[in-house]
């Protein structure tokens, strides 16, 4: 041991402020550097290390992480790398590993343990594979689903992606960042960045400070309370300023204000982007001190950052301070995490974990508890005294489309034609296995393309349906349609889905919709004419698998919608916490001012009523936790589980406040003809709002208690509470 910094008795801090001393200015701004493997060749990423020190890379994995680490304990001072890795459904990039329901699809099961069960699975298997943290979880709000990222949202409402974000934040650090097979998570992307205009991503958000702190910071500061290592600067500005040069949201809100202690990364070339996409910097130099001053601390993919800043660090014009700063946060990280400790090399953990029994078993019962049965017509559902399934669909048996965004098929470079070497069940798969095994038999045919409207086989379909006693559709959208870069102007039915679904209506036999996608679809006419409909989003390997035992009914569906299906496309954005106010009851040309389905909304095998809503106070004061309990009984004849959701209303407030926030929900499993009495806590203090003037405070007067199955006012029985 030549170094202090060596000694791994001493504090994280103290090892680098004494590491920190004794390091070059070339050594520190390389700390700095998060470089894309897949943007350099493999000279260049060796000269990334050992001639400019650069911390950290992206994108790299196996053997490439493992060299270029051995090149950086190499170095001088011999600073480990840290790699990230987008694992955001799991460690989808690696071919091989387990991958699970996006984000959006796994929040529709509101159940916390599964999903930093998830978490957990995750970091072992990338923790096996050598790298240390993921660029997860997305705090986006997920309003407008056009937008192209909707799929990497927990959905729509800030309580709930504070609650689930936690939950997996949690799965992915363990206990502690030192243990082998914890990694880092990056709450992403600060801030607002799901709400640019237009669903437009990547521009810009037209949101103030206020509703900021109100809306989108929530989600934030949760992942700062459970201690999230990293945070991801957003792509996106607001109100005209770039995330990445705001100094207010960054240094000011989130590290000097909240008290965030790890690192923030930028997102993909956000510094090369002030010039580039968003001109407010004339070139690099001032980009890369924009960036720093802003309160960025590593930066991902702009190369030309190391040697504007070490320029203009050489002539004063960027005070060395700030470089000091931003590598104590990244070299605490990496002396927290064991990485100077050989703790989180490749072989640490062993590969066998990846996509082992117990990580698939963790992935089924989250798959099967993500899925949301939205229409079920005369219990067509569960199948029953069948003898022929006919599955149909350019989504039954596809895989990509199964999987959404960031995997190997997407990520780094696109490989459409990516073997997977692992089992996985498209929905074709998981159907003809159960049926197999009950002796129901199945034909399938693809229809039509999900993309070329002239690619359709209206009588090949049909053909299939003969002596059908069923027919399951299966539908939704595919990678070219959904996930970065993909926003959407309508969220129609894309090629000749919806001729598809026309002529088979008119063979009048039992139809079941199943929808493959990544976000909300407009789907009336499937609503009005399916006889049952599930939605599965993007479901993981294991979709398939989880879909039959649904259909079959070895598995009751329990799942409820985190984000509202519009009529239409023109009614987007559309979410159930908006802010009361328009002048008309709906649009002229809809139906209803209320969205297809709403938040909460999904159906079961059998049907709860709801009773007996009690306060255990009816007037209280702002210190207060109240306990809310009601009577849910379970009124059908299968047992299940239900969510059972606590909404409030600020009846009257000096800033206008939603209609409807989500303040609770518990998951009851309740067997047929049982009631349980649920409880679930509220505190007073989370009846805060952000008033006029950025102030945090809960306002006296009278605040409605909401309880029921979903959002929507026919869904809940209510009290009201009376705050002093
Ligand atoms: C850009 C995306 O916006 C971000 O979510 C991702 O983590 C980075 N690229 C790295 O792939």
């Known amino acids: 041991m030549n170094y202090i910094y060596q000694n791994p008795s001493l504090t994280p ?19 700095m550097m998060q470089i894309s493997y897949s943007m350099v060749n493999p000279t260049e990423a060796e000269e990334w290390v050992s001639k400019k020190f650069s911390g950290s890379f992206l994108h790299v994995l196996g053997d490439n992480a493992d060299h270029l680490q051995e090149l950086a304990l190499s170095t001088r001072l011999g600073i480990p790398l840290i790699f990230g890795i987008d694992a955001i459904h799991g460690h989808g990039l690696l071919n091989g590993a387990t991958i699970f329901p996006s984000q959006l699809a796994m929040s529709c099961s509101f159940n916390t343990d599964l999903i930093e069960k998830a978490g957990r699975v995750t970091a072992k298997e990338v923790a096996a594979d050598g790298l240390h943290w993921t660029f997860s979880p997305v705090l986006c709000i997920g309003r407008d689903a056009r937008w192209g990222r909707i799929d990497e949202t927990f959905g729509e409402d800030p309580y709930l992606i504070g609650i689930l974000a936690s939950a997996i934040i949690k799965g992915y650090q363990g206990e502690n ?5 914890s990694i880092l998570a990056c709450a992403k992307h600060y801030l607002a960045y799901g709400e640019s205009t237009g669903a437009k991503d990547a521009y810009d958000t037209e949101v103030t400070v206020r509703k900021i702190r109100e809306v989108f910071l929530p989600p934030f500061k949760k992942a700062v309370e459970v201690g999230c290592a990293t945070f991801m600067t957003g792509y996106q500005s607001i109100d005209g300023t770039p995330m990445a040069a705001n100094k207010k949201m960054l240094k000011g809100i989130l590290k000097d204000e909240l008290g965030f202690e790890g690192f923030v990364v930028t997102d993909w070339n956000n510094t090369g982007s002030l010039v580039s996409n968003q001109k407010v910097s004339p070139d690099i130099f001032d980009a890369s001190k924009k960036t720093i001053e802003s309160g960025n601390d590593m930066i991902m993919n702009t190369n030309d950052f190391y040697d504007a800043t070490l320029e203009q660090v050489k002539k004063g014009e960027i005070s060395e301070s700030l470089i000091d700063e931003a590598v104590k946060r990244i070299l605490n990280i990496k002396f927290s995490m064991g990485l100077f400790d050989g703790k989180k090399r490749r072989g640490y953990v062993s590969k066998d974990v990846i996509n082992c029994v117990e990580h698939q078993e963790a992935n089924i019962q989250l798959t099967r508890e993500s899925m949301v049965l939205l229409e079920n017509k005369n219990n067509t559902l569960p199948l029953k005294n069948i003898k022929k399934i006919a599955v149909i669909g350019p989504n039954a048996d596809d895989i990509q489309a199964q999987f959404g965004d960031w995997t190997f098929f997407s990520h780094p470079n696109p490989s459409p034609d990516a073997i997977p070497n692992f089992e996985y069940y498209t929905m074709l798969r998981g159907i003809q296995e159960l049926a197999s095994s009950k002796e129901v038999e199945v034909s399938y045919h693809k229809g039509c393309d999900i993309m070329n409207k002239e690619d359709i086989d209206i009588d090949g379909a049909i053909n299939s349906c003969k002596d ?15 996930g970065e870069f993909k926003d959407r102007a309508t969220l129609d039915l894309s090629g000749s889905q919806q001729k598809l679904l026309e002529e088979l209506k008119k063979l009048n036999k039992p139809l079941v919709v199943v929808l493959v996608n990544g976000k909300p679809l407009s789907i009336q006419w499937i609503t009005q004419n399916a006889d049952a409909v599930i939605e599965t989003f993007n479901s993981g390997t294991l979709g398939g698998k989880a879909l039959a035992q649904i259909l079959f009914g070895e598995f009751n569906p329990c799942g409820k919608l985190t984000i509202s299906f519009p009529y239409h496309s023109g009614q987007t954005p559309v979410y159930y916490n908006h802010l009361p106010g328009w002048h008309s009851p709906k649009y002229a040309d809809m139906p209803v001012a209320e969205p297809l389905y709403s938040f909460g909304y999904g159906l079961s095998y059998t049907n709860y009523e709801y009773s007996n809503l009690k306060l255990s106070k009816a007037i209280c004061s702002k210190e207060d936790t109240i306990t809310v309990s009601v009577d849910v009984t379970n009124v059908g004849e299968s ?3 239900e969510i059972v959701q606590l909404y409030i209303n600020d009846i009257v407030s000096s800033v206008m406040t939603p209609v409807k926030e989500l303040k609770g929900f518990k998951r009851v499993f309740i067997k047929a003809g049982e009631t349980n009495t649920v409880n679930i806590n509220l505190a007073i203090s989370d009846l805060i709002i952000v008033n006029a003037d950025e102030e945090y405070v809960v306002e006296p007067g009278e605040f409605e208690i909401m309880v029921g199955s979903d959002s929507r006012d026919q869904s809940l029985i209510k009290e009201i509470l009376t705050v002093k």
Request: with cysteine.
């Open 13 to 31: 801090m103290e090892r680098t402020l004494n590491l920190l001393s004794l390091m070059t200015l070339e050594e520190k701004v390389g700390q």
């Open 177 to 181: 960042l030192s243990d082998p097979n």
């Open 468 to 482: 059908a006693d069923v027919i399951i559709a299966v539908v939704g959208d595919c990678l070219a349609l959904n």
């Open 639 to 641: 047992d299940g589980t």
